[in-house]
């Protein structure tokens, strides 16, 4: 992390929260609790905060926060294991926050279901902004009519979709992921478009939208490995396909190299 200012120095008051959401936060390190939690209470959040995996579940249980920064080093319980059990209970959107550079961590935060991660050292202001954003895409939308084709439907209002009228157990991200491919068939979007479009970022690592097209192909698609319904645009990114019709073989590949 950056080093830590004054809680009063979090930024411009627009950045305040108006809902009064309230932020759990999970870090071993006080330090690193106090500052994020001095930054986002002074952001206008009600914060908790638990210094181990079970005092965060106890505090889940309690007090049912809408958003979870969650630190994956812990001790006796790491950040993978309370994800998972987070998710258990219900859809709480999950921040990770990892301290290690290696990328294979970052993903398998993304695989149990964080819809988003900030890598230590990283800017409290950064992380503010990206709670905000989180949150913002987790209330339900108004006015908006369900999606539906090839037997999915994502309804916005309700945050609820189903696949031949079975509901999908789905992340936010995927969730939001599914309702865009859905609103845009037969387009390719390249990994970047969907990181603005769908995360709402100009920049971020582009391996969480593989995760996450890889997740949701995981829950829509017949074969995942031989997906119909997300299709992967060799040199592009992906496109929905609403027919569901196989491809030819060497006309799709993977983008992510």
Not at 4 to 22: K, L, V
Not at 206 to 232: C, F, M, N, W, Y
Request: charged share 25%; glycine share 10%; hydrophobic share 40%.
């Amino acid at each position: 992390m950056e080093q830590p200012h004054s809680p009063t120095d979090a930024g411009p008051a627009q950045h305040r929260t108006t809902g009064a959401e309230r932020v759990l936060v999970v870090d071993d390190d006080p330090t690193v609790a106090e500052v994020v939690a001095g930054y986002l209470d002074r952001a206008g959040y009600v914060v908790d905060r638990a210094g181990d995996g079970p005092a965060a579940l106890a505090s889940a249980a309690e007090h049912h926060p809408d958003l979870v920064v969650l630190d994956l080093m812990l001790p006796g319980m790491d950040g993978l294991e309370v994800c998972g059990r987070l998710r258990g209970r219900g859809p709480v959107p999950v921040i990770m926050l990892t301290a290690r550079g290696d990328e294979d961590d970052r993903i398998l935060g993304l695989e149990v279901g964080a819809d988003d991660y900030v890598t230590k050292p990283f800017s409290p202001r950064e992380l503010v902004l990206r709670v905000g954003s989180v949150l913002r895409r987790a209330q339900p939308g108004t006015g908006t009519k369900t999606l539906a084709a090839a037997g999915l439907t994502a309804d916005p209002a309700a945050r609820r979709a189903t696949k031949n009228g079975a509901e999908l157990a789905l992340t936010l991200r995927e969730f939001d992921l599914l309702s865009f491919f859905l609103s845009h068939p037969g387009r390719a979007y390249g990994r970047e478009d969907l990181m603005r479009e769908v995360w709402g970022w100009d920049f971020g690592d582009l391996s969480t939208v593989t995760v996450h097209v890889r997740r949701l192909r995981g829950k829509v698609e017949d074969d995942p490995a031989r997906p119909r319904l997300i299709q992967t645009v060799w040199g592009v990114g992906y496109r929905f396909d609403a027919t569901g019709a196989p491809t030819p073989d060497g006309a799709l590949a993977p983008p992510e190299n």
